[in-house]
């Protein structure tokens, strides 16, 4: 199996850590190690490390091959400019199927936080199995335990037999929903959390953005032929600006009809924020999470992270602190998602260069 990581992402949600030339998947957010590097050491589980591509950008090419010491550099894959994860994902397809025409490719974000590994890898041999056998587009579900807002979900056909005790027609998606919507998925128990991994045959992914995106399918047609030679990065750059931006998802998941879910029992976390990142940690005896250089009285239910500089709190909760490089955030818990919009409007101020 060909495992693609999608690692362009500029973790907009993790300023002031994550920046431009080392966004969140590069960051050690989680354990010891970054999400890029966590992930393709999942993924040597299912794939071959050979078999293994990154999709990124070029500003981050370096970045990843210095941390990924070692990784091949002929499967980092660079666009020329971020076009959002349909062109992405049909792109490596491309460059993977002119290669081996019969290729089942998995899909995986460069960002997440997996454990239980022995799960994870046996809910991927079952998509490769009914991918490698079937004409269809294989996602990942996580049984929802809780009325989550941030998460997209599947439901899957409660009428359409269970196919090898895990994997499940899929009968609609949802984008995030409200409380009492997501608190109605969790009980019909119809529903999964999408977990934004795929699997497929390459010629079939390629087939359905043929069928539902064809003007991008006639530029990475013209961009596969050039695979290997001279003239690649320059044709390339030439059909990636004509190219519209669309996400897998609404350019394809949504339309198909032949998409399956396969039920992941595993732990499983896409790490959306500052929020996600305490929930994740370890905590004291008063809730708090300290990294760095940290001194507090009377402090409850806080996230503080500072290399450099002492944080000192008195008689705070529910805050989430970041100090980095030349930068401080202050946010409450349960505001982080508004992180990203912080940013942005900090693009259009006098702030850019601290981004």
């Known amino acids: ?22 966004p969140k998947q590069l960051l050690d957010v989680i354990g010891d190690t970054t999400m890029l590097q966590m992930t393709c050491e999942r993924l040597k589980a299912v794939s071959e490390e050979k078999k293994i591509y990154i999709i990124t950008s070029q500003n981050m090419k370096e970045n990843i091959l210095k941390v990924l010491k070692g990784f091949p550099e002929k499967n980092v894959i660079c666009e020329p400019i971020g076009k959002n994860t349909g062109p992405a994902i049909g792109l490596a397809a491309t460059m993977i199927v ?24 046996k809910s991927i041999e079952t998509g490769f199995r009914f991918a490698r056998d079937h004409t269809a587009l294989v996602t990942f579900g996580i049984r929802p335990n809780r009325a989550a807002t941030g998460y997209g979900y599947i439901q899957y056909d409660k009428n359409v037999k269970v196919v090898e005790g895990s994997v499940y027609k899929v009968k609609t998606f949802a984008e995030k929903p409200n409380l009492s919507t997501a608190q109605r998925f969790l009980e019909s128990g119809e529903f999964f959390w999408n977990s934004g991994m795929f699997i497929w045959k390459g010629v079939n992914i390629l087939n359905a953005i043929k069928h539902f995106i064809p003007e991008l399918y006639s530029c990475l047609q013209a961009i596969g032929k050039f695979v290997d030679t001279p003239m690649f990065d320059a044709t390339l750059k030439h059909h990636w600006a004509m190219i519209q931006s669309i996400s897998i998802d609404y350019g394809i998941m949504e339309k198909a009809k032949n998409v399956y879910v396969v039920s992941g029992n ?24 300290f990294i760095g250089d940290v ?15 002492l944080i000192a709190a008195i008689g705070v909760s529910d805050l989430i602190v970041v100090q980095s490089r030349d930068s401080i955030l202050i946010v409450r818990r349960g505001d982080s998602e508004r992180v990203k919009e912080l940013v942005e409007m900090l693009e259009r101020d006098r702030f850019a260069e601290r981004l």
Do not use: Q
């Not at 990581?5 to 920046?19: E, L, M, V």
């Open 1 to 22: 199996m060909y495992s693609v990581i999608i690692a362009g992402g500029i973790g907009k949600r993790f300023w002031p850590r994550s920046r431009r030339e080392r």
């Open 98 to 121: 002119s290669k081996d025409p019969d290729a089942v490719i998995g899909v995986f974000p460069a960002d997440h936080y997996i454990s239980n590994i022995p799960e994870f890898k």
């Open 266 to 289: 595993f732990a499983w976390s896409d790490v959306g924020s500052w929020d996600a990142v305490y929930d994740l940690k370890t905590k004291d005896k008063n809730g708090n999470v």
């Open 295 to 309: 001194a507090t009285l009377d402090t409850k239910h806080c996230y503080f992270y500072s290399r450099k500089h």
